[in-house]
């Protein structure tokens, strides 16, 4: 698992490059298929006492075409 403090610093150094503020973002699961993200939710959790009172939810969805396979991870 990852906080947001993590996943803001991967996404700061992401965007630094042009070519990645147009890239397609998916998710990959454990079994190697890639999903489309489609969309993202802040949620308020609902548990008292607990110290993760928000999640960021990343909602997915199968892609519509298939992209090639990577080349290299960079």
Known sequence: ???GKTFRHALDKFFKE????EARV??????GDFYDI??????ENNLLGDNQ???????CQ???????KVIKKL
Not at 53 to 59: A, C, D, N, P
């Open 62 to 68: 199968k892609p519509i075409w298939k992209m090639g």
């Open 38 to 43: 489609v969309a993202m939710d802040l949620l």
């Open 26 to 31: 998916q998710v990959e699961l454990p079994n």
């Open 18 to 21: 042009s070519v990645c503020q």
């Open 1 to 3: 698992m990852i906080n």
């Open 53 to 59: 009172t928000h999640r960021l939810v990343l909602r």
